[in-house]
């Protein structure tokens, strides 16, 4: 039996493959400090719950219509994207999925033709890759920089263009590198994206999650060419503790928005009813809650960093946004644990996995070779004991 050739290309998540084996673990009873999540540990706010159970009592449990997001929903949207980049979306330019992953897969599905190019800087969140696939486009992976807090320069994007390049994938706040992108570097990567009319998906999810002076910019508000092209994804999973919820939405132009439509229409009809009330109540009520999550990770994210720096041969630039902490640990590579010769990220997260009992994900399957990626959306005490076990298994390698 053969599966179709785009399935075939594509790769199974490695995120998910490590939480699997962590979670098999934690099953034998195993005490397994788990830093590979993707979601915040917080709970989701009272008053979003209230609205889903408030929409179940009321009955709001039928197929709704539109099928690209309840009215009510689409309005607190505009009214999001008004409030936080100042730009007039109308209901027409707003679409409503389940999840931003989804979102990002109408985006490519709408847009992508077979053969075509999307150019994503490493390192890349692991699904940018493998949904062009599907498609049968084909992804431009461009290496970035250590000295450019590994992000993308102009000069590097203009220099991955070819007549076959449609589309480029930002996410700013990185995941996984917590890197964010300046004004001034957008204003940049925009100016090239226009000269030669490439798409720009731009992933925004953990906009809400940026600490000390660092201010999140979308490249959507840097003028009305570069707002035409840009394809701004977001949604309530990282910001409000909602991540089982599903839902996501997308700005964009409304030729973009019908194509993402039409293909939603047929594939899923719409995100579910109850869910959709609750992304009304997180975006229409109170943002304290926000606040809150922020000053709790960003004391987390000093003391990882702290940890992480104080480890000899490991180097961690202090992320700016998101929940992860992105170390370079390749002066490891090479070393022994007894018989066996750690020879790469993989190798060494199997390690960390197997002998400290601490879950941490493999550069490599971000673009990048040098690092792991530990995500502080973990409790206080599990970051100390997790780095207390890392400090300890590194050690005990031998050159
Ligand atoms: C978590 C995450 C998403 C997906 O969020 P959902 O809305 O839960 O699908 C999208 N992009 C990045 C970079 C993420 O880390």
Redesign the pocket.
């Known amino acids: 039996m053969n599966l179709s050739k785009n399935v075939q290309r594509m790769q199974s998540s490695v995120t998910m493959a490590i939480s699997a084996k962590a979670a098999a673990m934690k099953r034998q009873g195993i005490d397994v400090i788990s830093l590979s999540a993707?979601?915040p540990d917080f709970d989701t706010p009272q008053h979003i719950k209230d609205a889903a159970i408030r929409a179940i009592q009321e009955g709001f449990t039928k197929y709704t219509v539109p099928g690209s997001g309840i009215i009510e929903l689409k309005e607190a949207i505009c009214r999001k994207i008004k409030r936080d980049s100042g730009l007039d979306y109308g209901l027409d330019q707003v679409i409503v999925n389940n999840?931003?992953?989804?979102?990002?897969f109408l985006a490519s599905a709408a847009l992508l033709d077979p053969g075509d190019e999307v150019i994503i800087p490493t390192p890349y969140?692991v699904?940018f890759s493998e949904q062009p696939k599907l498609m049968g486009a084909n992804p431009v992976i461009v290496q970035t920089r250590a000295e450019n807090n590994l992000k993308l320069t102009a000069e590097e994007f203009e220099r991955a263009i070819t007549p076959r390049t449609r589309m480029l994938i930002l996410?700013s706040p990185s995941?996984p590198s917590g890197a964010v992108y300046t004004r001034a570097e957008l204003e940049a990567l925009a100016a090239v994206a226009v000269k030669h009319q490439i798409h720009v998906l731009s992933?925004e999810?953990?906009e809400q999650l940026v600490y000390g002076d660092t201010k999140h910019c979308s490249i959507s508000t840097l003028g009305e060419e570069i707002r035409e092209l840009t394809i701004v994804?977001n949604?309530?999973?990282?910001t409000y503790a909602m991540?089982g919820w599903?839902?996501?939405y997308a700005a964009a132009s409304k030729e973009i928005i019908a194509g993402m439509d039409k293909v939603q229409g047929q594939e899923v009809s719409h995100p579910s009813s109850i869910s959709q009330k609750a992304a009304v109540a997180a975006l229409d009520g109170p943002q304290e809650v926000v606040a809150q999550m922020r000053v709790e990770f960003d004391a987390r994210r000093r003391y990882m960093v702290d940890r992480l720096n104080a480890l000899e041969g490991v180097r961690c630039t202090l992320p700016q946004g998101?929940f992860y902490a992105y170390p370079d640990v390749s002066s490891y590579f090479g070393r022994r644990a007894g018989e066996r010769v750690l020879a790469d990220s993989v190798e060494l997260c199997a390690y960390l996995l197997e002998e400290a009992k601490v879950a941490c994900v493999p550069g490599a399957g971000f673009g990048t070779h040098p690092h792991i990626r530990l995500s502080y959306a973990t409790s206080m005490q599990n970051i100390e004991r997790a780095m207390d076990r890392i400090a300890e298994a590194l050690g005990r390698l031998r050159a």
């Open positions: 993707g979601e999840g931003a992953k989804h979102t990002l969140w699904t996410n995941n992933d999810i953990y994804v949604g309530v999973s990282k991540t599903r839902i996501g998101a």
